[in-house]
């Protein structure tokens, strides 16, 4: 943070750490240096804060979250500005979040530009506003707008915040100009009404049913995630008890967050998303810059529930589709199932007097015997379970399928026996997260952050478990690929249970982070 003294006794303290000029370790002693600059130099009458590069600040700096705990020191900062002597203005530009809007609370005045936005989005990093945000925004614009705000994690526009009472004035210059236009104007008033933490939180006849609500609906919206309901507790402890009382609950609270998986999950989401969308190979088209090409025929890989679907939506478009099958028996299937679902939409189409060309379909098959006898699953009406009808979604057990079952044991001279969660669960995750190690040593995935944003995004993975490449992190590498060692040898005829190569060359390396897999075991051959 660089001090700056300005005519008119005044001093400008201006962060600077692009590219959002987070709140690093220096920013915070820069802005702490500056405040007693400022108190000692007895010409100076008040101070502005502000940020260079048309933007205020963004909060902590969450790349050093996995070093310090974010937040606790910062809110010492927040007070001091809060109890300074002189006035303080802050004048915002581009984005206030998390930290930097705390930093702003802490202020006795805010003005912003019109297009500037304002928030504390720290519930999306699995915390909460650690540095008084819990404790000074309720104090400000009151419980119900502040359990909406915190809670949901989303940034206001400058003029509602005008309206919520976050900001004090909305412009549309230069909010630097209009902030030391301002402090001349305010010089002469008391700083007392303008320090939050002295203030008590406007009190409501039903603040127990607000709270009582507020946690049913985050459990609703935000099933699984801790972060939202802990920062209803932060609130909470701001209603109940004095200020000094609420920051230490206010820091126990955003301890306990931080120091859960789910945050370090959420925070590595956080950067994985923005390093997917930088990750395309430069001389390849990306959606970005590619303009749509008509499209002629079409060839579908592969011909599972996925592709069969694929290649019926561009068959029903009168687009002349090409699949390819490598399994004999799969094919077979596929055919039947694909010429079915044709002749029904077909029929369906002359119903509705509407008429469709029936595009080529070249196919090549599986070993699924339920599918053999046409058990498709919830679409046919049975498969594992039988459904209430075609498409129904109601299932109960099959008397077929356990009659199926025990001639399947006596076949293969299988024993029945009880399996457990643990290993139904790992035989699924563990031989999913395999074939991510396959495909990241094919490069046929260019890193591990875009197999789990694309399972974030659409598998409905829980985002708080960061996708199923950090979830083998947080197991552990070597435990991954102990339990697919056992499942294999217990399993030999389950190709998908043979630990990957690339999965043992890192676990050779202990447990790194994701982000070091791809150096420590070596480019991949692409494939693409
Ligand atoms: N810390 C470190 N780096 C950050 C950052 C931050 N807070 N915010 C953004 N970056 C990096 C980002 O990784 C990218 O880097 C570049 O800045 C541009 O970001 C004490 C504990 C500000 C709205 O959650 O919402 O304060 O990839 O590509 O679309 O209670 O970034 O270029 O190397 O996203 O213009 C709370 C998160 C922190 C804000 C800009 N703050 N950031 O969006 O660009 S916790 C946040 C954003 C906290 C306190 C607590 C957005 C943005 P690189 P970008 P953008």
Known sequence: AEYLR????????????????????????????????AMSDHTIKAIVVCGANDKFCAGADISSFSRSSPGISFGVVVDEIQRYEKPVVAAIRGVALGGGLELALGCHYRIAHAEARVGLPEVALGILPGARGTQLLPRLIGVPMSLDLITSGRPVGADEALKLGILDVVINSDPVEEAVKFSQEILDKPLEPRR??????????????????????????????????????????????????????????????????QARALQYVFFAESSVHKQSPPSVASWQTASPQPISSVGVLGLGTMGRGIAMCFAKAGIPVVAVESDPKQLEIAKKAVTSMLEREASKMQQSGRAWTKPTLTFSSSADMLCESGRFGQKTGKGWYQYDKPLGRVHRPDPWLSEFLSQYRETHHLESRSISQEEILERCLYSLINEGFRILGEGIAASPEQIDIIYLSGYGWPRYRGGPMFYAATVGLPVVLEKLQKYYTQNPDVPQLEPSDYLKKLAAHGNPPPKDWQSLAGPPGSKL
Not at 214 to 221: L, M, W
Not at 233 to 256: D, H, R, S, T, W
Request: glycine share 6%; proline share 8%.
């Open 6 to 37: 300005l005519p008119h006794s005044l001093a400008l303290i201006r962060l600077r750490n692009p590219p959002v000029n987070a709140l690093s370790l220096a920013v915070v002693n820069g802005i702490r240096e500056g405040l007693q600059k």
């Open 196 to 261: 939050l933490l002295n203030k008590s939180v406007p009190s409501l006849p039903n603040m127990d049913s607000i709270f009582s609500e507020a946690f049913a609906k985050v459990q609703k919206q935000y099933p699984g995630f801790l972060a939202p309901e802990t920062s209803i507790q932060a609130l909470q402890a701001a209603v109940n008890l004095p200020y000094k009382l609420g920051i230490k609950e206010e820091e126990k609270l955003a301890l306990y967050l931080q120091k859960s998986g």
